[in-house]
């Protein structure tokens, strides 16, 4: 049996970098601070923003709470002592090589989409446009591309017909957050294979999309068909961004999402 080390002074945790923001952010990281003893790892410092868009409870109250050094800005990887692992679930800058060299172990990154298929930003909503059948979320070590760095864990699902870009985005919240709990044990302790993404192209296709993109696919066009109009309605109508809408006399008329009795 295993004997579990208590954190002191002189304990031989594992000292891990949190990055991460939403409520996805918090829950993992919460869950990280559940675990400490069990996963034998000291949280050196947590790294996050100060938008609190999805109205839930922050990383950033997480952090302070737990006393842990806080920082705002992916640059400050660079002032502090390098630790085994990073950590990073929906952190909204681009980690460089520089930065992923402070992880002397491993980097990983939880994506919320399916890969290769979804690299980038806005997959929920494209995947809705291509009709995927199926969508997912992944474990992946980084590198220094976005999105493209070998598969770790991941975990998919079946899309519902008709299927709203909000719905598609808590299904895949809560498939994550389960997906990081199953295996962030195997992750820490590098109980894990690669499958290098290069060689799964071929049979599960790619893309990659920019954040600036859900700007044009909000504009509808009332000549498109029915079929058309309602799924782009429903991939892009996400409160509190902006709703799709179309050009009525050089005006943006804005569609809502309605519901029958």
């Not at 939403?22 to 993992?28: F, L, P, Q, R, V």
């Not at 460089?96 to 060299?101: A, C, D, E, G």
């Not at 909000?218 to 109009?229: F, R, Y």
Request: glycine share 4%; with cysteine.
């Amino acid at each position: 049996q295993k004997v579990k080390i208590k954190y002191n002074s002189f304990s031989f945790m594992k000292p891990i970098i949190f990055l991460g923001s939403k409520y996805i952010g918090y829950k993992c990281l919460n869950y990280l601070l559940e675990h400490v003893i069990e996963l034998d790892i000291k949280i050196s410092a947590v790294f996050t923003s100060k938008s609190k868009l999805d109205g839930k409870k922050t990383v950033e109250e997480l952090a302070k709470k737990a006393n842990i050094p806080l920082f705002f800005e992916a640059d400050d990887l660079l002032k502090i002592p390098a630790v085994d692992v990073l950590l990073s679930v929906q952190y909204h800058q681009i980690l460089k090589k520089k930065h992923l060299k402070r992880a002397m172990q491993t980097a990983v990154n939880l994506h919320m989409a399916p890969l290769p298929e979804y690299r980038g930003c806005n997959q929920f909503s494209f995947a809705i446009l291509d009709k995927a059948p199926t969508f997912g979320t992944t474990l992946h070590l980084m590198d220094n591309s976005v999105d493209g760095g070998p598969i770790l864990f991941e975990k998919r699902f079946p899309v519902p017909s008709n299927c709203w870009v909000t719905d598609l985005y808590k299904m895949t919240v809560d498939a994550s957050i389960d997906l990081f709990k199953e295996n962030i044990e195997n992750i820490i302790a590098q109980n894990y294979e690669i499958r290098t993404q290069a060689n799964l192209i071929e049979e599960r296709g790619t893309s990659f999309h920019l954040r600036k993109e859900i700007d044009a696919i909000k504009q509808i066009d009332m000549n498109w068909s029915a079929e058309k109009i309602n799924r782009h309605i429903r991939a892009t109508y996400f409160p509190p961004y902006e709703p799709p809408y179309t050009i009525v006399t050089g005006k943006k008329v804005y569609f809502k999402q309605s519901y029958n009795e």
